[in-house]
Structures are given as C-alpha cells and as structure tokens.
C-alpha cells in the first residue's frame, strides 16, 4: 500500500482537484483506492456524497478512538475500487482536545499500518493550515504531493510549505520525499508562465513533469461528484492529471526500490 | 546566514521557530516502527543512557541551594547581577538533557536545529566543551552540560558528542552555544519570584537559579563567554 497526502498550507490551490481526480484514475486503472477528508470543511466527502455535518463515523471517531472497527469509518462511493474515510465538521475541534498530547501526530500513521493489505493507494487530503490533521497526514506518506498554483501569491506559500515540512522531518527524523505540482496553469497569462519559471529554477528537483492546465470541466465534475476521468477519460484535465500520475507512480516505484534517496528530493534548500 | 545576521533575526520569529518545534516534537513523539537501522539507534541510545550519566538534578541542585543558603537572600548580592532578562516576567524554553530539565530565556535562544552525526573535537581546550558545530558559516560551541552537573563523588561527564546521542542542538548567545537536547519540552513564561535565584554562583557561574515547579536548571548564557567555568 502506498500512501501520499496532497498538502499545501495555501488554501484553493487544487489539493482536493488532486486527490480525487489521481484517486479516480487511480481507481479505473484497477487499484483498490482509498481517500482520507483530513480537513474539517469536507470538500471531498461532500464530492463523494457524503454531508460532513452529518456523518456518524468519520476521522474524528478515528482520532477519538484510535481502536476503532476500520471498516466501520471507511466507506464505499458510487464508483467501483474508490472508498473514502471522511471527514465530519467537528474535526475542526481535534486541534484544542488533542493537539498537545503527546503522540497524537501518529495516529493516521497507525492506522494505515492496520489496513496496509487492504488497498494498492492511499490519497490523503489535507486542510490548508498546520495542524494536527496536517501533522498526521504527512507523518503518514510515504509521498508528499503539494499543489501549487501558478500566479505569485501561491510561491509565498510554496515556501511555507516547505519550511514546515522541513520542521516536521527534523522532528521525525525521515525525510519525506516531495513532489510540486503546478496548478490552474494558463499558458496565456504572463503569471503563470513566470511562476512556473520560477519554479524551475527553485526546486528543479522536486518538480513534476506534468502540468495541471486551467480545465473548466473541474468545477463541472465537482458540481456532479463525480471524479473528472469517469466524467470526461479524455478531457484536457483528465489527461493532465494522467501524465501526473504516471510520473507519481514511476517516482514511487523508484523511491521504493531505493532507486532514488529521498532526501535528494526531499533537501529543500 | 552569517552570525551577524541571525542576531538580527526578530525575537517573535525565533519565538515562533521554537514553539513549532515544541509543538511538532510532542505530536510526533512517540517514534514509531520505521525501519531496522532506526531501531537499532534507538536500542543502542537506550544502552548507553541506561548509565546514568548525571546525577539526579534535583539532589545536585538541592546540595547546591544548602551549601549556598547563607546568602539565601535572592537580591543581588553574588559576585555576578541577575541577568536583564530576569527583571520582569520572561519566557523560557525547557528541554531535556539525560534526565535533566534545562530551560533557555527566549531572548537568549537562537534556534533549535538536528543534531548532527558528528561535531569537530577540540583536543586541549576547555574540559566542558565536547567540540564545534559549523552552522551557517561559524561555530557553535557545543557544551558538555553533564561535566557540571557531575558531583565530585560521582564524576562522570558523557565527554562525548557520540555518548550523548542528542537529538537536537539548542542555539543560544547569539548562536555561540549550542546544548545537546534529547528533548524539547514546552515554552512557559515565568516570574522572577519563581525562581529561586542563586546568589553564590562561584561554581556554575551559568546555572542562574532553579525553578521547582517544573524542576528546571535555569541558564545564564552570558555566562559562558564571560570567564572560566570553574
Ligand atoms: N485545474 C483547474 N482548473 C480550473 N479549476 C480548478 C482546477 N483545479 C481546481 N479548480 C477549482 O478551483 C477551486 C479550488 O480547488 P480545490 O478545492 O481543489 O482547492 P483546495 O486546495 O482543495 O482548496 P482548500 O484549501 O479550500 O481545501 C475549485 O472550485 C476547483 O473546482
Ligand atoms: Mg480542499
């Protein structure tokens, strides 16, 4: 089972795009998949067709009671291969309850070794602020994906990013290897093509090859619940999403079979 | 970043560092199954701390306090001034060496990085220092704290980086002096009269006061640059 989370502590940069649109490809191509809802708003688990204000087990069970039947918290979607542990709006609360306690950011880590045989793909989404839910989510992969939107606010983020993630390694002591994705790219407008350069030149390591393009069809698929690749296989941004994957899976192959050390990907600066 | 610089670095983003690290250390404590190797440090590590290498922090401090309690006064009447810091309410950064309980001022503290593997030795210098970390182009002091808190009849410094095993390096005076730390613990802020300040400090002269709740060895980090460490 390999996990990755998809984390950015910018906020609308295309996190939850990412996680469902990979977990759908991921899922039609015969893995047996499964989606975490880290963040308390629920934008995956509404897309899955579930009510985060309204749910009875979800990640806060989890955290609560870390014992818990796992096939009780994850659930089926409407698409064949594609579960999902969701998320409830009282998640929200986890940072005051536990947040201090020691331990706590090991949780998901935990759980996700109790059902390692179950699925092929683990697809983590993450809220966009540092937090307990985000601590867990990347103490848990084996991968880190961060999205980024290509306009020049979402660099300032990028770093951030970066930073805590490098805290979070000094504090694990592993390194987590990481993969940048550039977002909403329009190859039109003068910002996305200057981010992107900018990206080049400041984590040429640790970027993908694929970009994700400006796709309408995104909201459209939302709108639906319906993950893009089982609404349109050979749209723009289904396709997009495809070469990403693609390189994600030759990256982890290579990662797991210590082809490439991680902390060549996961040195930031 | 060269040593000048990390002094301009502003106190409430030091502040912030440190109490991410606090926060991100205690999520993450417990160190989970990772991998052989990773178990194997830590098994070693646990062989070598089951020597205890300091005597317990409180008996030392305690003897301290008595042997000092004819200037029991906590005005200023050592040889040496309360430090600026500790005129007003401060916060401290307490993290843990062996079983012993330090705390750093804040405004002292310039940061908390991994220890690295190895630090540079330094043949003939003074008996306390364990050797140099390069960071951002200087060195950092590394300091033996089991060498002081060793009593005459149990004098049994860890000497080495290796012994230590530390996890990280705690930054402090202007980056001159790092702490081998196996622990962050938590930031507190603290009132002088919590203290209880040590008037005589002829011996450890850094070991400014002691606080009892939580048991804590509170540094002077000036102290270090100023004179031997008899
Ligand atoms: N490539 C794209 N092209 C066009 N629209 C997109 C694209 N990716 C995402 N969007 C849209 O942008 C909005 C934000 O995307 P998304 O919800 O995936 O971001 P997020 O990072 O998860 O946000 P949050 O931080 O709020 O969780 C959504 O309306 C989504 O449909
Ligand atoms: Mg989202």
Redesign the pocket.
């Known amino acids: 089972m390999r996990v990755w989370s998809i984390a950015?502590q910018?906020?609308?940069?295309?996190?939850?795009?990412?996680a469902i649109t990979l977990a759908g490809l991921l899922s039609m191509r015969g893995n047996s998949t499964l989606v975490v809802d880290m963040?308390p708003?629920g934008?995956l688990t509404t897309y899955a067709g579930y009510d985060p204000d309204n749910i009875e087990d979800s990640v806060y069970t989890l955290f609560h009671n870390p014992d818990v039947m796992i096939a009780s918290v994850v659930k089926r979607t409407k698409f064949e291969n594609l579960y999902i542990l969701p998320a409830s709006t009282a998640m929200a609360t986890l940072d005051r309850q536990l947040g201090s306690r020691d331990g706590m950011g090991l949780i998901l880590k935990r759980t996700f070794s109790r059902i390692s045989s179950r699925f092929d793909h683990v697809l983590v989404?993450c809220?966009?602020m540092l937090g307990v839910l985000m601590v867990n989510a990347l103490a848990a992969c084996d991968h880190l994906i961060i999205?980024v939107q290509t306009e020049f606010l979402a660099l300032k983020g990028l770093e951030r990013m970066v930073h805590t993630l490098n805290m979070i390694t000094r504090s694990m002591k592993i390194p987590i290897p990481f993969t940048i994705v550039p977002?909403?790219y329009d190859r039109r407008t003068r910002a996305s093509q200057q981010s992107l350069q900018f990206l080049r030149e400041q984590y040429p390591h640790m970027l993908s090859e694929a970009l994700?393009?400006?796709?309408?069809q995104?909201?459209e698929a939302?709108r639906a619940g319906v993950p893009l690749p089982m609404m349109s296989p050979d749209g723009r941004?289904t396709l997009a999403y495809g070469a990403l994957l693609d390189g994600l899976v030759e990256f982890d192959r290579a990662l797991q079979y210590g082809q490439v050390k991680p902390h060549i990907r996961a040195a930031a600066s | 970043m060269r040593l000048h610089e990390i002094s301009k670095l502003s106190r409430p983003v030091l502040e912030q560092e440190a109490a991410l690290t606090v926060y991100l250390d205690a999520l993450l404590q417990c160190v989970p199954d990772y991998d052989v190797t990773d178990s194997l440090v830590v098994e070693e590590r646990s062989a070598s701390s089951s020597v205890d290498p300091v005597t317990r922090v409180a008996d030392v401090l305690d003897h301290e306090m008595r042997a000092s309690a004819a200037g029991e006064n906590p005005a200023v009447q050592g040889e040496r001034a309360l430090p600026g810091w500790a005129t007003t309410s401060f916060k401290i950064l307490l993290f843990r060496v062996n079983e012993l309980t330090l705390a750093v001022p804040l405004s002292e503290l310039n940061g908390i990085v991994a220890a690295p593997e190895t630090i540079t030795g330094l043949p003939g210098g003074e008996k306390w220092l364990l050797g140099l970390m390069p960071y951002r182009g200087s060195s950092v002091k590394i300091i033996d704290i089991a060498y002081f808190m060793a009593t005459e009849s149990r004098h049994l410094p860890m000497n080495s980086f290796s012994a230590y095993a530390p996890k990280n390096i705690v930054l402090a005076g202007g980056a001159s002096w790092g702490f081998p730390c196996h622990d962050v613990l938590r930031i507190i802020t603290t009132e002088p009269h919590q203290v209880r300040w040590r008037s005589d400090r002829q011996r450890r002269p850094w070991l400014v006061g002691i606080m009892n709740d939580p048991v804590c060895a509170l540094i002077d980090v000036q102290a270090f640059s100023l004179d031997s460490m008899a």
């Open positions: 950015n910018k906020g609308g940069v295309g996190k939850t795009t990412t963040d708003h934008s989404d809220p966009p999205p977002t909403m994700i393009p400006v796709d309408t995104f909201r939302s941004g």
